[in-house]
Structures are given as C-alpha cells and as structure tokens.
C-alpha cells in the first residue's frame, strides 16, 4: 500500500467514523476527545517530569552514597571499618543499572509506561522498595477526606456568604465582608496555619496535630470525635484560605448576573425575588464556580503539603515532598500523574456538568 | 457595628500569640550579657556525666512517647544500611557485638566475649568471638524462639555484606590493604554455634572496630534469597508487611506502624541485659513514636506534655530554661566531640583561577585560620553556650594530646604577617591584593538549610573585610553542594559538618587519606598531591597497623600536627547540647555527656 492508500486508509477506517460518530452523539464523542486529550497530555506531562528530573542534580544513587559517606560511625559499639570508602564507583554504577537510571530518561520513561499501562504496577519505591501502589493508598485516603470536607465547606459558605452579599451589595455589611474576604484571599497560608497552631497551643482548645494520636481501628467511635478535634483547626486554615477567593467570585458574578437585561425584564414580568435569585442569576453563577472548582481541588491537594507537614495530617504531600527530597522517580510520577490526572478529570467532568446545568452550552449544538 | 468589633477580636485571638518577641539586642548588648547569661544557663541546667556510675534497679511500667521526623523507608537489614531513619527503626529489634567504652578508652563485651590472638611471626591476626547464650530471636505474641548462633553472624558477613551483587556499603571493610599494596580479605570462620573466628591477613591496631557489627535473623534473609535471590533479600520486611512478623533480639518489638502517623514497640522481655532484679532493660512496656515533621510542632507537643523529651534548638533554650515550675529537668553537656569546618578547594581542574594559586598555599590557608574569630562566634551565634575546636582527636580518642593544639588561632596581625610571606598585602584603600596585583575575593558556600550557618559566614566575611578581604556567601541546596564537592569540583570555598568524632584515629580515611572520596580539597587523586598529603597517607597507613600504642603515638602525633600545620580543614566551634526530660522519669539513671549521648536505657517510672 502506498502512502497516498495509508491516507485514504486512515480517512475511511478511522476519521470518517469518527466524524459519523460526532455527529450522532456530540457530548459523548466531545468526552471521549477530552479523555483522549487528557491521556496525550499525561504522558507529555510525565515525559517531562522525567526529563526535569534528569535536570536535578545527582540522582537517588548520589542520595544513598551521601548518606553512607556522611554518616561515620561515632557511637560505642558501632562499627567502622579501616576502609570506609562506603561504596565504590564500581558499586554505584550496578546500582544505577540495577534500578535502571543508566538509560536515558524517555527510555527510563517508556519503561515506567510499560509497566503501569500493561501490568497496572506503579512499580516500587526505589529506596524503600514497597510497592507504590501501597505508599499512595496508606495516605491517600486521609488527603481525599481532608479536601473533600474543605472543598463542601468552602463551597457551602461561599455560595450562601456570596449571594446573600450580592443583595447588600454597597451596605456596610457587604463592605465589611468584601474587606474580609480580600484579607483572607490575600493572607499567606502558611502563616495561617502557623497562627492557628500558637493558637492551639497558648489557650489548650485544641490539638497542635491535625490527626488523632491513635488509630482507627483502636478504638473507631473515639476516632471519629478525636479526629473532628484535631482537624478542626486546620480545616478552619484551609476553609479560610480558600473561602475569599470563591465568596468574592460568587458575589462579583451574582452582582453581575444581576445588572443584566434579562433580570430587569423577569422583574418587570413580576416574577418574585426569590426566584429572580435562585432560578436565573444563582444558576448563572454556577458556570464560572464549575469551572474552577476542578482546579480548586487540585489546588487544595497541594496546597495541603504545608498544613500536612506544619499540623502533621499523614496526607499524601509529605509523601510526594520527601520522595522528590530524595528523588524517588517511581513515587514521583505516580503522585504527580494522579494530582493532575485528578486536574484533568475534574476539567472533563466540569465542562460536562457545564453542559447539563447550562442551557446555553451544548456540544455539537451551534 | 458589634459585628465588626467580633471579627476584629477573632483576628485580634489570632494573631496576638505571635506577636511576642523579644527586642532585638546590638552586638554591645550580648556581648555584655554572655557571660552572665551562659553562667545562669548553665546554672538552671543540670550537669550528670556518666563516669561508669552502675544502674539502680528500676520497675517494669509505663509508656514512652516519643517524635521522630520522618517515616521509616522499610524494615530491611540491607536498606537500612542506606537511610539512618530506616536505621534507627530497626536497631530497636537488632544488637550488636562488641561495645567501646570511650570514658576507659576500652573495648567490652556486649553479645559477644572475644579473644585477640596475634601472630608477630606471621603478621597475621585472629578475633575470636564467643555470643552470649542467651539471646534468641522471639516474636510478638507468640513462645517462639530461636537461638542467635554464629550461624547468624558469618551468614551475614559471607552471604550478604560479602556477596558483590548486594552492594553493601559494608563489602569493602572486609578487605585490608597489605604491606605490598595489594588487598586481602579478612575471612570469618565458625567454631561451634557460639563461637566463630574472623582471620586478619596482618595484624591491625583496632581488629574489633573492623568487625563489630550487627546481628541479622538469618532464617528469614537466607530464606528469602534462596527463593528469590538479591531481590528477594531487598524486597524483605518492606514497609507494607506486618511487623509483627519481624523477629527481634532486641530490646523491643515493632508491633505498629500507620503510615505518616506513628509506630509502636512493645518490650522484649526475652532481651538478654537484665538489672540485679532479673528483669530485662527497658523498663518501660512500650514506646509510643509519632511521625511529626516540623520542628515547632514537636517542641509545642512537648510543651504541651505529649512527649518524654526535647532536643532544644537555640532559639527554645531561653523559654525551656526560664519557665517557672517546669515539670522536666533540662541537662546539658560539653562541647560536641567534631566541629564544622571551613575548606578550600584545591582541586587542580581549577588550577588557572586565581582561587586556586591562593587555596594552594599552606600560609593562605593559615592566614585565613589566623582570621576566624572563634570567640566571637561562640558569643554572637552560641551566645556562649559552645567551645572552640583547636584539636584533631578529640578528647576520648586514645592517642588525643592537649599538647598538640592549632596554633594558628585568630590574630588578623598574624594573619596580613603570613599573607605578606607570600605577596598578599593591602593596597592603599586597604583592599588586600596579590603579587599580581588582583584583589583577594573569594566565595563561601553555606548549606541553606541552616540558619546558624548564615551567621557564622557573616561573621567570618565581616572579619575577612577588617583586612580588605573580600567574601561573597553563597547559599546553596545541600544536594547542589554535594554535586559540586564531587562532580563538577567548582567551588571556592565552603562550611559543612562531618558526623562522626574520629574517636579512633583510624576513624575519617575518606577524609584525610588522599585517595579518600571524602577528601573534600581534592578527592580521589590518583596519587598523592603534595608531599605532606603523601606523609598522611604513610602516617595513617602506618597507624593503623601500628599495635605498640608507644610506637602508634609516634605515627598519630605527627599525623595531627600536620594536619594541624597545613590546614586543609578549619574547624570552628563545638556547641553544647541540651536536652529535656519529664520529671515523672526517675533520673537515677538518666546521665548526659559528649561521649555516650543521653544515657537513658535504664530509666524508669517514678512510682
């Protein structure tokens, strides 16, 4: 077959079907070329993080021999030998091949992809050598709960805050809230979380740790009310940070939602406040929150390494923080490759749920 | 309104406990207070060395609760030889053979007895070990028990430290370099199942520093890599396996660990060291560790009573010191045994930078010694709570002099005598210049981790530009620094810290031997540089095969003083300790000093 046949080949096996396919059934064709989209961009995405971490100084072989060479025995009873050469050249190049770091990244790459698309394995920590999988799983719950109670509060009292402030708006009582909020959204995180701490710790109210001292299974009714203690600080910190960012969003699009033509014409119709707010410009104010809660969620996955490494919440940022520390390339791309596969899942199903509560868009529809 | 006056106040709840800080002193000001402050420290802190004082029995109760920083990597023997945290979590379950009791400058038995027979005819040496008879590998829960034979020691020596594919950090100490330069293995040998012989090709001065080291539960490892080979050794007791399952001849067992959260060890009542009772050390029933990152959170748990002990960073001592009915006692101790240093690069691939022609001069090196203001720091960043490092060995080394000191201590007339000697001189605006009339500048870098670092680089650059020296501080990522040191060699001048206290001499030959990856001015020449780094080679060569310690004095001595002389390294300060125990400790047993560390393996509950 020549080239002009493998053209004409792909035109009549793949792009014409495809094209038939769009046309019956747009919103799904239009999630399939976003999962499509969002394959392509997590292997770019993981072929870079590959390539920076070849950039990095030394790699996790350089971090083991490190730690041997500066770590000579001192105590009684330790053991030194009379040649402390800790590892050899020698020892150190099987080492960077038996872990495979001697092969050029995109190769290093390609087999990590192997591995993960065709046997499901994310591979093992390459200091520790416990499987990924189980480093991930022991802490990605406690992350998963954490941001999931935040982003329901942030999003409750936001909603509720913004548009009962649309219908102050200019009072003193809004005036007052917009001030907070633009502190709030302005207020550094980590000093947040650090005030809030001393706080805990001057007046005894609350734990300075943000996760019981004692495990699930030991005792669950007591877990339950241990936990909601310990985390009630930092959450406070993650609600409080994320809270001015959003409320001011809601207000300053249910105000602008409320300038618009078509609200003075529903209540020139008589149509009662209540659902002049409720049934048009609240629903008009979904589209942009929609929008950005997937990167909201994102943004509360790292944006908690602070609070788990401050408050001490076993989350999954510590883990990613002291794998990159140490390089630990397996542990990283698995991390990495889930915050943004979480991104970008929240981004398909973001524009999906755009389509299903906003008449204006539908895909395929001009 | 009242509203807006609630909203302040929560603000106002919030922000008012971080707002109080003491005023900011003038260099004046702490000068004046050092001493003074320094004696009411010392003074409110308690002084307990130990001094080989025996252990009052103590009774079986209670639960200590500790922090470590980070979670362990794995369970594994051969991976902790990797990570120290991994490490300190598995020596709980491990013991070792021999102990070395710096305070006699002896060795003592701990598992093993041992026996030292030498060949003078033949050159050659023996070790004979004899293990304790009573110490087994146990489980959690369970009457199980095995017997530690000798088995489990040369299984580990020739198995897996021995064994090239495990790349044990451990493979290349067991092999000595003899009198012609070529290598020879010291082979081990079994007796009987308590006894077991390791054979020295020639005799060497420290054969049990050679040899010490731990014991691995053979059955498990010897097992898993008959299964499965190397990697089934590696991927043994990794992090996702129950470690309850770890046999232990330790003191405790790991019964508990929640990944990120804590991990928990029970007492091993089957450990073999028991008080005059009959009861086994510790005596405590189990060991509470949680994994807690931060610092400040670690100290405010233990201000909050959640944790038996506290390591005091600078900025906390005045607050632990001063708090009026403090329910822990604060000990302190003497100046560390090693010391920071301050290095220059002579590493040839830099040979056409003016740094270079500087660094490479023995009187540049000293000057610059002459020009590091020791005292000073000690006030202004120790607030004299440290004390100069002027020795090499330190004071529990055996063959440690007080007679062999630096003599190029701080004296800036000194320093531009010695920087003349060589044409460095100041120009008529006092910016010191070489013979070829370049200005003497250089750069300093400092690890950015570490806050006292930033201080001490100031002060030496503050001192340095009293003489018309010019230093830039240039503050780096520790790893980045790493691969400067050992790749691409292109740096200046640099602080860093060595662990380890060179309590043996032979102790440091990455360090100061000229082939020595360690040999941080020029590693891994591939002969000696210059003559006196080759005179370091002969003398360390020498001492450490050297057994007459009449004759080994003669080497070690010369050895310091040219180290001294030349000044490849330059020590700075070695700060005090200070560290903070509960009072509902019973502190008979409770000692703190520079050489064992915080003696606590015999404290127990008040009643």
Same mark, same amino acid.
């Given at each position: 077959?020549?080239?002009?046949?493998?053209?004409?080949?792909?035109?009549?096996?793949?792009?014409?079907?495809?094209?038939?396919?769009?046309?019956?059934?747009?919103?799904?064709?239009?999630?399939?070329?976003?999962?499509?989209?969002?394959?392509?961009?997590? /292997?770019?995405?993981?072929?870079?993080? /590959?390539?920076?971490?070849? #950039?990095?100084?030394?790699?996790?072989?350089?971090?083991?021999?490190?730690?041997?060479?500066?770590?000579?025995?001192?105590?009684?009873?330790?053991?030194?030998?009379?040649?402390?050469?800790?590892?050899?050249?020698?020892?150190?190049?099987?080492?960077?091949?038996?872990?495979?770091?001697?092969?050029?990244?995109?190769?290093?790459?390609?087999?990590?992809?192997?591995?993960?698309?065709?046997?499901?394995?994310?591979?093992?920590?390459?200091?520790?050598?416990?499987?990924?999988?189980?480093?991930?799983?022991?802490?990605?719950?406690?992350?998963?709960?954490?941001?999931?109670?935040?982003?329901?509060?942030?999003?409750?009292?936001?909603?509720?805050?913004?548009?009962?402030?649309?219908?102050?708006?200019?009072?003193?009582?809004?005036?007052?809230?917009?001030?907070?909020?633009?502190?709030?959204?302005?207020?550094?995180?980590?000093?947040?979380?650090?005030?809030?701490?001393?706080?805990?710790?001057?007046?005894?109210?609350?734990?300075?740790?943000?996760?019981?001292?004692?495990?699930?299974?030991?005792?669950?009714?007591?877990?339950?009310?241990?936990?909601?203690?310990?985390? /009630?600080?930092?959450?406070?910190?993650?609600?409080?940070?994320?809270?001015?960012?959003?409320?001011?969003?809601?207000?300053?699009?249910?105000?602008?939602?409320?300038?618009?033509?078509?609200?003075?014409?529903?209540?020139?119709?008589?149509?009662?406040?209540?659902?002049?707010?409720?049934?048009?410009?609240?629903?008009?104010?979904?589209?942009?929150?929609?929008?950005?809660?997937?990167?909201?969620?994102? !943004?509360?996955?790292?944006?908690?390494?602070?609070?788990?490494?401050? /408050?001490?919440?076993?989350?999954?940022?510590?883990?990613?923080?002291?794998?990159?520390?140490?390089?630990?390339?397996?542990?990283?791309?698995?991390?990495?490759?889930?915050?943004?596969?979480?991104?970008?899942? !929240?981004?398909?199903?973001?524009?999906?749920? #755009?389509?299903?509560?906003?008449?204006?868009?539908?895909?395929?529809?001009? | 309104?009242?509203?807006?006056?609630?909203?302040?106040?929560?603000?106002?709840?919030?922000?008012?406990?971080?707002?109080?800080?003491?005023?900011?002193?003038?260099?004046?000001?702490?000068?004046?207070?050092?001493?003074?402050?320094?004696?009411?420290?010392?003074?409110?802190?308690?002084?307990?060395?130990?001094?080989?004082?025996?252990?009052?029995? *103590?009774?079986?109760?209670?639960?200590?609760?500790?922090?470590?920083?980070?979670?362990?990597?794995?369970?594994?023997?051969?991976?902790?030889?990797?990570?120290?945290?991994?490490?300190?979590?598995?020596?709980?379950?491990?013991?070792?053979?021999?102990?070395?009791?710096?305070?006699?400058?002896? %060795?003592?038995?701990?598992?093993?007895?041992?026996?030292?027979?030498?060949?003078?005819?033949?050159?050659?040496?023996?070790?004979?070990?004899?293990?304790?008879?009573?110490?087994? %590998?146990?489980?959690?829960?369970?009457?199980?028990?095995?017997?530690?034979?000798?088995?489990?020691?040369?299984?580990?020596?020739?198995?897996?430290?021995?064994?090239?594919?495990?790349?044990?950090?451990?493979?290349?100490?067991?092999?000595?370099?003899?009198?012609?330069?070529?290598?020879?293995?010291?082979?081990?040998?079994?007796?009987?199942?308590?006894?077991?012989?390791?054979?020295?090709?020639?005799?060497?001065?420290?054969?049990?520093?050679?040899?010490? *080291?731990?014991?691995?539960?053979?059955?498990?490892?010897?097992?898993?890599?008959?299964?499965?080979?190397?990697?089934?050794?590696?991927?043994?007791?990794?992090?996702?396996?129950?470690?309850?399952?770890?046999?232990?001849?330790?003191? %405790?067992?790991?019964?508990?660990?929640?990944?990120?959260?804590?991990?928990?060890?029970?007492?091993?009542?089957?450990?073999?060291?028991?008080?005059?009772? *009959?009861?086994?050390?510790?005596?405590?029933?189990?060991?509470?560790?949680?994994?807690?990152?931060?610092?400040?959170?670690?100290?405010?748990?233990?201000?909050?009573?959640?944790?038996?002990?506290?390591?005091?960073?600078?900025?906390?001592?005045?607050?632990?010191?001063?708090?009026?009915?403090?329910?822990?006692?604060?000990?302190?101790?003497?100046?560390?045994?090693?010391?920071?240093? %301050?290095?220059?690069?002579?590493?040839?691939?830099?040979?056409?930078?003016?740094?270079?022609?500087?660094?490479?001069?023995?009187?540049?090196?000293?000057?610059?010694?002459?020009?590091?203001?020791?005292?000073?720091?000690?006030?202004?960043?120790?607030?004299?709570?440290?004390?100069?490092?002027?020795?090499?060995?330190?004071?529990?080394?055996?063959?440690?002099?007080?007679?062999?000191?630096?003599?190029?201590?701080?004296?800036?007339?000194?320093?531009?005598?010695?920087?003349?000697?060589? *044409?460095?001189?100041?120009?008529?605006?006092?910016?010191?210049?070489?013979?070829?009339?370049?200005?003497?500048?250089?750069?300093?870098?400092?690890?950015?981790?570490?806050?006292?670092?930033?201080?001490?680089?100031?002060?030496?650059?503050?001192?340095?530009?009293?003489?018309?020296?010019?230093?830039?501080?240039?503050?780096?990522?520790?790893?980045?620094?790493?691969?400067?040191?050992?790749?691409?060699?292109?740096?200046?001048?640099?602080?860093?810290?060595?662990?380890?206290?060179?309590?043996?001499?032979?102790?440091?030959?990455?360090?100061?031997?000229?082939?020595?990856?360690?040999?941080?001015?020029?590693?891994?020449?591939?002969?000696?540089?210059?003559?006196?780094?080759?005179?370091?080679?002969?003398?360390?060569?020498?001492?450490?095969?050297?057994?007459?310690?009449?004759?080994?004095?003669?080497?070690?001595?010369?050895?310091?003083?040219?180290?001294?002389?030349?000044?490849?390294?330059?020590?700075?300060?070695?700060?005090?300790?200070?560290?903070?125990?509960?009072?509902?400790?019973?502190?008979?047993?409770?000692?703190?000093?520079?050489?064992?560390?915080?003696?606590?393996?015999?404290?127990?509950?008040?009643?």
């Amino acid at each position: 077959m020549n080239l002009l046949g493998v053209f004409r080949w792909i035109g009549e096996r793949i792009v014409k079907p495809f094209y038939l396919f769009k046309q019956k059934a747009p919103l799904v064709s239009y999630i399939l070329n976003r999962f499509i989209t969002m394959a392509v961009m997590l /292997f770019i995405l993981g072929l870079a993080v /590959f390539g920076l971490m070849e #950039l990095a100084p030394g790699d996790i072989v350089d971090q083991i021999m490190m730690q041997q060479l500066f770590s000579e025995t001192q105590s009684r009873g330790g053991s030194a030998g009379l040649n402390q050469q800790a590892m050899s050249m020698e020892q150190l190049e099987a080492r960077r091949a038996s872990l495979g770091l001697d092969q050029p990244f995109y190769i290093q790459y390609f087999r990590w992809l192997e591995r993960v698309v065709f046997h499901g394995d994310l591979g093992q920590s390459l200091i520790s050598r416990a499987p990924v999988s189980f480093l991930i799983a022991s802490r990605l719950p406690n992350s998963i709960l954490l941001n999931l109670i935040s982003l329901v509060l942030i999003t409750f009292f936001s909603f509720f805050l913004g548009v009962y402030f649309s219908t102050k708006a200019g009072t003193h009582a809004d005036l007052a809230i917009s001030f907070f909020a633009l502190v709030l959204h302005a207020f550094p995180g980590m000093l947040m979380l650090i005030l809030l701490q001393l706080f805990a710790s001057v007046t005894g109210l609350f734990p300075v740790t943000a996760y019981p001292p004692f495990p699930f299974a030991s005792n669950p009714g007591g877990f339950v009310f241990s936990y909601a203690h310990h985390i /009630f600080l930092p959450l406070l910190a993650s609600f409080l940070g994320g809270i001015g960012g959003t409320l001011r969003m809601i207000r300053a699009t249910m105000l602008d939602q409320l300038g618009q033509p078509y609200i003075a014409s529903l209540r020139a119709r008589g149509i009662g406040e209540w659902r002049v707010y409720f049934n048009h410009a609240f629903r008009n104010t979904l589209n942009p929150y929609i929008t950005g809660s997937a990167n909201l969620l994102a !943004g509360l996955f790292s944006g908690s390494l602070i609070l788990e490494i401050i /408050f001490a919440y076993p989350g999954i940022g510590r883990l990613m923080y002291e794998a990159v520390l140490q390089e630990d390339i397996n542990l990283v791309l698995a991390n990495i490759m889930f915050v943004s596969f979480l991104v970008l899942l !929240g981004m398909v199903l973001a524009d999906i749920l #755009l389509a299903v509560v906003d008449p204006r868009i539908r895909y395929g529809r001009e | 309104m009242k509203k807006y006056i609630s909203l302040i106040g929560l603000l106002a709840l919030l922000t008012i406990p971080s707002c109080s800080r003491n005023d900011e002193l003038s260099l004046e000001d702490i000068n004046a207070l050092t001493p003074a402050g320094v004696k009411e420290i010392l003074e409110k802190t308690v002084s307990k060395p130990w001094r080989g004082e025996d252990f009052v029995p *103590g009774r079986v109760a209670g639960t200590w609760n500790s922090v470590m920083d980070q979670d362990p990597k794995s369970f594994n023997i051969l991976i902790a030889q990797q990570d120290a945290v991994t490490a300190g979590v598995v020596t709980a379950m491990q013991d070792y053979l021999v102990d070395y009791d710096p305070l006699t400058r002896e %060795w003592k038995p701990h598992c093993v007895s041992f026996e030292i027979i030498t060949d003078e005819a033949a050159d050659k040496l023996d070790v004979i070990y004899t293990l304790r008879d009573d110490m087994y %590998w146990s489980y959690y829960g369970s009457d199980r028990k095995i017997k530690v034979t000798s088995d489990d020691v040369i299984f580990w020596y020739n198995e897996i430290d021995g064994d090239p594919a495990f790349q044990s950090s451990r493979y290349y100490q067991q092999f000595l370099t003899m009198a012609d330069g070529s290598e020879a293995h010291i082979d081990i040998e079994k007796i009987d199942d308590r006894r077991f012989t390791f054979h020295f090709p020639r005799i060497v001065a420290e054969p049990l520093l050679a040899t010490n *080291g731990e014991i691995a539960p053979r059955a498990d490892y010897q097992e898993a890599k008959r299964e499965r080979g190397v990697q089934g050794v590696m991927d043994l007791f990794g992090v996702n396996t129950d470690p309850k399952n770890i046999p232990s001849m330790g003191k %405790w067992f790991l019964t508990e660990y929640t990944a990120g959260q804590r991990l928990v060890y029970k007492r091993n009542p089957n450990y073999w060291d028991r008080d005059t009772n *009959g009861n086994a050390i510790p005596y405590y029933e189990e060991e509470i560790v949680r994994i807690i990152p931060d610092e400040n959170t670690q100290f405010l748990l233990f201000k909050e009573g959640e944790t038996e002990t506290y390591t005091p960073r600078p900025e906390d001592l005045d607050e632990l010191v001063n708090k009026a009915n403090a329910d822990y006692t604060m000990y302190h101790n003497e100046g560390a045994l090693s010391a920071s240093f %301050w290095t220059f690069n002579q590493n040839p691939q830099n040979k056409d930078s003016p740094q270079y022609e500087w660094f490479t001069k023995k009187e540049f090196r000293q000057a610059m010694s002459r020009l590091l203001n020791r005292d000073r720091i000690i006030s202004q960043v120790y607030r004299g709570l440290a004390l100069p490092k002027l020795s090499l060995f330190p004071e529990p080394n055996r063959y440690y002099d007080p007679a062999i000191t630096l003599q190029y201590t701080y004296s800036p007339e000194g320093a531009e005598t010695l920087l003349a000697s060589i *044409g460095i001189k100041r120009d008529s605006a006092g910016i010191m210049r070489d013979e070829k009339n370049r200005a003497i500048e250089f750069n300093l870098t400092i690890r950015s981790e570490s806050t006292i670092m930033n201080d001490i680089a100031s002060i030496i650059t503050d001192e340095l530009s009293r003489v018309g020296i010019k230093i830039n501080i240039r503050v780096l990522d520790f790893q980045k620094i790493v691969e400067q040191m050992f790749n691409t060699f292109d740096w200046e001048s640099m602080i860093m810290g060595l662990s380890g206290s060179q309590m043996f001499p032979s102790q440091g030959s990455n360090v100061w031997a000229s082939e020595g990856n360690l040999h941080m001015w020029y590693p891994q020449q591939e002969s000696p540089a210059t003559d006196w780094e080759a005179r370091i080679d002969y003398l360390y060569n020498e001492g450490a095969f050297t057994v007459d310690p009449v004759q080994a004095k003669v080497y070690w001595d010369e050895f310091q003083r040219i180290l001294l002389e030349q000044c490849p390294l330059i020590y700075l300060v070695r700060p005090r300790s200070f560290t903070a125990l509960r009072n509902r400790w019973d502190q008979s047993n409770v000692y703190f000093d520079n050489l064992n560390g915080f003696e606590v393996t015999h404290i127990f509950l008040k009643p």
